[in-house]
């Protein structure tokens, strides 16, 4: 009988330490930086390409789908040339997303709205090179408010010019068309653009993740991600289409593959 008693006595000591470390590893995970999480190509839907009347039916399905981030363009009118939505709007998405959210900022000043945006729900915060006058200094700020820093490249802009800060970058967002209107044609010098982008990346011996953004389809996924690219962001491809959840089932398969 006391035999008994020692082994239930054992059996709930391990539980509960099992329990413990159990808890301790689930914290472990989720404070993990994006780039050590990369299990696989990450589907990120641009709800820029979404129905804004309807947009918690949208920001919902994405959360349901085998989607991995939700990507929010945020447009100022003066860095491009259409204006999106701000922070009350980003509020009520992240109000409602269960997946993280991948803020873009396209706007002038970045660094008055990082605060802002920490605050409201942003996981990723990305700005954009050209908007930018103290990169490393904006970059610092950002992740001093706990989010991941990406920074964006618009088609034009070399990414020789992010050999000095690419080991503070959390990600950086290649511009796959003209920046401030979903639905445009894929510029076909990405793929080049990407893979010389994952050469510095290796060669300076960094995480940083690659997210493509503008463009993207079925047609062009496979060949982005053998360029290089861990992030694939689509909107029109998605929201336009028939069936959003299936498609993003299917660019994710093929990202995948």
Same mark, same amino acid.
């Given at each position: 009988?006391?035999?008994?008693?020692?082994?239930?006595?054992?059996?709930?000591?391990?539980?509960?330490?099992?329990?413990?470390?159990?808890?301790?590893?689930?914290?472990?995970?989720?404070?993990?930086?994006?780039?050590?999480?990369?299990?696989?190509?990450?589907?990120?839907?641009?709800?820029?390409?979404?129905?804004?009347?309807?947009?918690?039916?949208?920001?919902?399905?994405?959360?349901?789908?085998?989607?991995?981030?939700?990507?929010?363009?945020?447009?100022?009118?003066?860095?491009?040339?259409?204006?999106?939505?701000?922070?009350?709007?980003?509020?009520?998405?992240?109000?409602?997303?269960?997946?993280?959210?991948?803020?873009?900022?396209?706007?002038?000043?970045?660094?008055?709205?990082?605060?802002?945006?920490?605050?409201?729900?942003?996981?990723?915060?990305?700005?954009?090179?050209?908007?930018?006058?103290?990169?490393?200094?904006?970059?610092?700020?950002?992740?001093?408010? @706990?989010?991941?820093?990406? *920074? /964006?490249?618009?088609?034009?802009?070399?990414?020789?010019?992010?050999?000095? %800060? =690419?080991?503070? +970058?959390?990600?950086?967002?290649?511009?796959?068309?003209?920046?401030?209107?979903?639905?445009?044609?894929?510029?076909?010098?990405?793929?080049?653009?990407?893979?010389?982008?994952?050469?510095?990346?290796?060669?300076?011996?960094?995480?940083?993740?690659?997210?493509?953004?503008?463009?993207?389809?079925?047609?062009?996924?496979?060949?982005?991600?053998?360029? @290089?690219?861990?992030?694939? *962001? /689509?909107?029109?491809?998605?929201?336009?289409?028939?069936?959003?959840?299936? %498609? =993003?089932?299917? +660019?994710?398969?093929?990202?995948?593959?």
């Amino acid at each position: 009988m006391l035999r008994i008693e020692r082994y239930l006595e054992n059996r709930e000591s391990v539980t509960q330490t099992s329990k413990i470390e159990w808890s301790q590893f689930i914290t472990f995970a989720q404070n993990i930086p994006i780039q050590y999480k990369m299990s696989k190509i990450k589907i990120a839907p641009s709800l820029l390409a979404a129905d804004f009347g309807n947009l918690q039916h949208d920001v919902e399905m994405v959360n349901q789908s085998e989607a991995d981030w939700h990507h929010i363009d945020v447009m100022d009118g003066v860095f491009v040339p259409n204006i999106s939505y701000g922070m009350p709007v980003v509020k009520v998405i992240a109000k409602h997303a269960t997946k993280p959210l991948d803020v873009h900022l396209m706007i002038v000043d970045p660094d008055r709205y990082i605060k802002t945006f920490a605050e409201i729900g942003a996981n990723i915060l990305s700005v954009h090179y050209e908007a930018c006058t103290h990169l490393h200094r904006t970059l610092q700020a950002i992740k001093v408010e @706990g989010m991941q820093a990406g *920074v /964006a490249l618009n088609p034009h802009t070399n990414i020789n010019l992010l050999e000095d %800060t =690419i080991n503070d +970058i959390d990600l950086v967002c290649l511009m796959s068309v003209n920046p401030g209107f979903g639905g445009q044609s894929f510029i076909e010098n990405t793929y080049d653009k990407v893979k010389a982008l994952k050469e510095l990346i290796q060669r300076k011996g960094t995480n940083t993740l690659i997210e493509i953004d503008g463009g993207v389809t079925g047609a062009n996924a496979k060949k982005l991600v053998d360029a @290089g690219a861990d992030v694939l *962001v /689509a909107g029109s491809f998605v929201f336009k289409s028939q069936n959003p959840t299936a %498609t =993003i089932a299917h +660019i994710s398969q093929i990202a995948n593959s």
